[in-house]
């Protein structure tokens, strides 16, 4: 069997116009710990990549950084390129909300924010400017009528957290 050289990287490369996502150098932390360690990958536009790895090497971390959703974590630090459409997404002027719109992230699992289930349907709409209560109040109603779960949750919403 031949020796396996784990410092040489092993890159497939697109050429710039299939790419429609790409990392260059990105590292992830998590105070001291460097959680990614200088990820370079393209993702081919209209193809369907997949992530393969054990328990624990970094998927979902790499994952999340795409978004920028580590930027909610304090002790999180991302560095490195991530682009989008030729656009370093990573950069602190992007504004997050309006680049979620074009890269957004489906989970196996459910995955809220640790807020009421109102504030969870409501956070997003907040953040783009929405402040009617009765307008917030009417989407939270239509959220749950459309999963089936108004009914048995009515009572809850009666006043706004």
């Given amino acids: 069997m031949s020796k396996y050289n784990w410092d040489e990287k092993h890159i497939i490369t697109f ?3 299939k790419v429609a996502l790409s990392t260059k150098d990105l590292h992830v932390y998590y105070g001291k710990n460097e959680s990614i360690k200088g990820v370079d990958m393209q993702f ?3 193809k369907i990549t997949a992530l393969i790895g054990p328990s624990g090497s970094g998927k979902s971390t790499y994952l999340r950084s795409l978004n920028r959703m580590n930027d909610t974590i304090d002790i999180a630090k991302v560095t490195g390129q991530i682009l989008y459409r030729g656009i ?3 950069r602190p002027e992007i504004n997050v909300y309006e680049m979620r719109k074009h890269i957004g992230m489906v989970f196996q699992r459910p995955n809220p924010f640790a807020k009421s289930i109102y504030r969870n349907i409501t956070f997003a709409h907040e953040r783009a400017g929405v402040k009617d209560k009765k307008v917030l109040d009417e989407i939270v109603e239509t959220s749950l009528r459309q999963a089936a779960l108004w009914d048995q949750s009515k009572t809850t919403f009666t006043s706004r957290p």
Wanted: glycine fraction near 0%; proline fraction near 11%; charge should be negative.
């Fill in 15 to 17: 050429p710039e116009e």
């Fill in 44 to 46: 081919e536009k209209n």
């Fill in 88 to 90: 370093d997404v990573n």
